[in-house]
Structure formats: C-alpha cells, structure tokens
C-alpha cells in the first residue's frame, strides 16, 4: 500500500496547478507524506530528500520549523545514522 500511496502523492506533485512558492502549506504537507511512504518502503537517503524538501516549504510557511516538522527531521536523521551504523550521531 505504501507503493500505491506513494504514487498518488507523486501525481498530487505533478499536477498540481501551483508550485512550492505558491502553495508552501500544500507542499510541506506533500513532501512529508512522500518522505513517509519512502522510508515504510526503506528508501531511507530519498525519504530525507524529501524531508528537506519539507522543512523548506514548511520554513516558508510558517517562518520557523514547528516542533512536529524537527521531530520529522530527527527521525529520518537517526534512520540515517542507524542504517550507516553511526553509533555516534544515532
């Protein structure tokens, strides 16, 4: 199911008649849930690009990161240096 989700979120990206500039709300909400279905599918390194891609567009937004959106970002961090075996930094 995370594939089939995935792929509906990356046609919502597609066709949406508005860009990230345009519509930040929209596309924080977006790349989060396409950074969500990545890492289910353990596409951890596209899964961050996308969590930056919402941190970017949520900045824009809101002009901070709200707690929600660094909890986010912590996550795909920590999955990161687990899967690279960074002991350290996870």
């Known amino acids: 199911r995370h594939m089939e989700a995935l792929e509906m979120l990356y046609e919502l990206e597609l066709y949406s ?3 990230a500039d345009e519509a ?3 596309f924080a909400t ?3 849930n396409q950074a969500w279905a990545l890492k289910a599918l353990g596409r ?3 899964a961050a690009i996308y ?3 919402m941190a970017t567009a949520s900045q ?3 002009g901070n990161l ?3 959106d660094k909890w986010d970002l912590g996550k795909i961090t920590a999955a990161q240096a687990f899967k690279e ?3 350290e930094e996870f």
Request: proline share 8%; charged share 30%; no cysteine.
């Open 85 to 87: 075996g960074n002991m």
């Open 17 to 19: 008649p508005y860009n």
């Open 24 to 26: 930040p709300e929209f």
């Open 30 to 32: 977006l790349y989060r």
């Open 66 to 68: 709200d707690w929600f």
């Open 51 to 53: 969590f930056s891609r």
């Open 44 to 46: 951890i390194e596209e």
């Open 60 to 62: 824009n937004a809101k």
